[in-house]
């Protein structure tokens, strides 16, 4: 109901908030080099993706009966668990409110770098801190398991951080941060219900069902785009979702998928746009420039440059995304590290194909 929801509200509201946002003119225009639309679009499609979630979210958030129901489970131990979900749903719901006031401003009169790290900083301490939505262990990842709190804390700052600017980053080419991230959530969401976490499953099938929504206006041509205000909700939430599967009970799983490590299985469900980050960013240093410059060095730039358009594009980076997920799950049965070697390696080799073919020549 939470997905059908969100994906309603954003299907019937979207068309008034692309009406005003023309007469306003809150429109991107196709002023650099860089940008890969030739027409003015609106940006401010994030505003209703935000609606559209907290509506759904807050109104179909399940109380402790429930969540017995759908999940199967006993009574005994649950109310301690709604406890924990109310505290996330408070922390999550302030958190996405900072964000998108932030994103909103970006979008529409802009937001200086300084004052926009600040107010990550200070949504990352909410999130982390308050709401003590971290990274507790990395279950034998790089010989390393329960974490000290203060590295904790530092290496969650630092997954926030780099997720919520990696899909921002990404946000270049018609549907695809809305794939990618429908993708991801709709992923984490699965994994979540399967482990009996009913309350942070409906988070991400909410924000799946927005993004269902958004692209039927965001595909190739797109009518708008989500914008920072968007783009930065998108990477907040699956940056919760990511850090809470790392460290989740794993019991309730299906047998196969309770082999699978739990970061592994974070990371793989972000591969794409944790990959074409730090790529970019090595290229970028490597050239001594800074990293946080501009440029058409992504990967879907890349793609564009061959050839394939924006449809072919998004169609390879999903494509892309799916195929790590699934890589992922093949490594239930090696160790922690290897795994991570295994799929480190295959992620970064699949993410340069692209580059190891010649640009398609110009008519």
């Given at each position: 109901m939470g997905f059908l929801t969100a994906f309603f509200v954003v299907l019937f509201t979207m068309p008034s908030l692309i009406k005003v946002a023309r007469m306003k003119h809150l429109v991107d225009e196709?002023?650099?080099?860089?940008?890969?639309?030739?027409?003015?679009?609106?940006?401010?499609g994030g505003i209703i993706i935000f609606a559209a979630i907290i509506f759904s979210y807050s109104l179909w958030f399940p109380t402790a009966g429930k969540v017995a129901s759908l999940a199967l489970q006993d009574f005994k131990g649950l109310y301690a668990e709604m406890g924990a979900a109310y505290d996330d749903f408070k922390t999550v719901i302030a958190a996405m409110v900072l964000l998108f006031f932030i994103g909103v401003k970006d979008d529409i009169i802009g937001f200086s770098p300084v004052k926009k790290l600040v107010g990550h900083f200070v949504v990352a301490y909410i999130l982390v801190v308050v709401g003590d939505i971290r990274i507790h262990g990395m279950h034998g990842i790089l010989g390393l398991y329960e974490?000290?709190?203060?590295?904790?804390?530092?290496?969650?700052?630092?997954?926030?951080?780099?997720?919520?600017?990696?899909?921002?980053?990404?946000?270049?080419v018609d549907g695809l941060a809305?794939?990618?991230?429908?993708?991801?959530?709709?992923?984490?969401?699965?994994?979540?219900?399967?482990?009996?976490?009913?309350?942070?499953?409906?988070?991400?099938?909410?924000?799946?069902?927005?993004?269902?929504?958004?692209l039927v206006f965001n595909t190739h041509p797109a009518r708008i785009f989500m914008g920072d205000s968007g783009s930065l909700i998108i990477g907040a939430i699956l940056s919760v979702l990511a850090m809470r599967v790392v460290d989740h009970d794993v019991s309730r799983l299906p047998q196969w998928l309770r082999t699978v490590p739990t970061p592994l299985f974070a990371m793989a469900v972000i591969g794409y746009p944790l990959v074409?980050?730090?790529?970019?960013?090595?290229?970028?240093?490597?050239?001594?420039?800074?990293?946080?410059?501009?440029?058409?060095?992504?990967?879907?730039?890349?793609?564009?440059?061959?050839?394939?358009?924006?449809?072919?594009?998004?169609?390879?980076?999903?494509?892309?995304?799916?195929?790590?997920?699934?890589?992922?799950?093949?490594?239930?049965?090696?160790?922690?590290?290897?795994?991570?070697?295994?799929?480190?390696?295959?992620?970064?080799?699949l993410a340069m194909l692209p580059f190891a073919f010649r640009k398609r020549a110009k008519a």
């Open positions: 196709p002023s650099e080099e860089r940008k890969l639309h030739h027409r003015s679009i609106p940006t401010i974490l000290p709190h203060a590295v904790s804390i530092g290496f969650s700052f630092f997954t926030y951080i780099v997720l919520v600017n990696a899909f921002n980053l990404i946000d270049g809305g794939g990618i991230g429908l993708i991801s959530a709709a992923t984490y969401g699965t994994w979540l219900y399967w482990a009996g976490d009913v309350p942070l499953a409906l988070l991400a099938f909410t924000l799946a069902g927005a993004l269902v929504g958004f074409d980050t730090f790529r970019v960013f090595i290229v970028r240093m490597a050239r001594g420039r800074s990293p946080f410059q501009a440029d058409r060095n992504h990967i879907h730039h890349r793609l564009m440059t061959l050839g394939l358009g924006h449809l072919g594009t998004v169609l390879v980076l999903y494509g892309y995304s799916i195929l790590v997920i699934l890589l992922a799950l093949s490594t239930r049965d090696v160790r922690p590290n290897k795994g991570l070697l295994l799929l480190g390696g295959a992620a970064f080799a």
